[in-house]
Every structure is written in C-alpha cells, then in structure tokens.
C-alpha cells in the first residue's frame, strides 16, 4: 500500500505573514505581488499582493485568460476548493519573483492582454544581456 504524502499548503506561512502585512498597511502604496497561483492545465493565474482581514480574500491581479485581467479579489477557499483532472488543483509558483509593484504588472498585461504575456515580458526585460559569442 503506498503511502500518500501530505498535501503543501497553498500559501506558506512566510507568505501568509507577508501577505497579512501588505493588507494590514492602508498608505497608499503600491506593493510588489508576493504571490503568483496559477492553474496548472488551464486558464487562471493570479498575481497577489495581499489577504484581507477575513483571512479568505486575496486581492491581486486576476486574470482567467479572457483578455481582461483586472485588479480584485478572489477567495482562497475557492481557490483551494478547485479540484481539477488528474488530482491536480491551483499551484504556487515557488520561483515567482514580483519585480515590479502592482499597477505596473496590471497595465502591462492589460496592455498586452493577459498576465502571462506580462510574465513573458518581464522575463525579458531583466534577462542580463548577453555578451558577444566566442
């Protein structure tokens, strides 16, 4: 009988605090998303900045691959309660790294249509050039 392993929170508690941190802080500012879910063989990706008082809402870029990714929230219990083919369900991106705040993220993907075009060209944009061929 094989043994199942525990299942990985979705949010880790180091992100939880940070996350709890940025939606505790109400100065106007434009957080880094410390956070990207996305869904592993399909539309959604999220890019998430902070949690709400409620412990549930995440506020965030949102984009469901419809063409208009948009600032808001959505709602941690849904997104863990997402049972998708294969066992799968909504993922971390462990290696996400935010570069840039918030609104810069939502008007580049708006400008190029959805979040994962963003992510494209952010990769670009810090790549560290490359010298001559030898």
């Not at 997402?82 to 993907?109: C, N, Y």
Request: contains cysteine; negative net charge; proline residues 10%.
């Amino acid at each position: 009988m094989s043994q199942r392993l525990p299942a990985r929170p979705l949010i880790p508690d180091e992100i939880m605090a940070q996350l709890i941190a940025n939606g505790m802080t109400d100065d106007g500012r434009d957080p880094v998303p410390v956070l990207k879910l996305f869904n592993p063989i399909g539309p959604g990706r999220w890019l998430i900045t902070e949690i709400a008082q409620d412990a549930d809402s995440l506020f965030g870029l949102c984009d469901l691959d419809q063409g208009f990714p948009e600032l808001g929230y959505v709602s941690r219990g849904e997104l863990e309660a997402v049972k998708l083919p294969f066992g799968l369900r909504i993922e971390r991106d462990p290696h996400f790294v935010g570069h840039m705040p918030l609104t810069q993220w939502a008007s580049l993907a708006h400008r190029l249509g959805s979040v994962f075009a963003a992510e494209g060209a952010v990769r670009l944009m810090i790549r560290p050039p490359h010298g001559p061929c030898h």
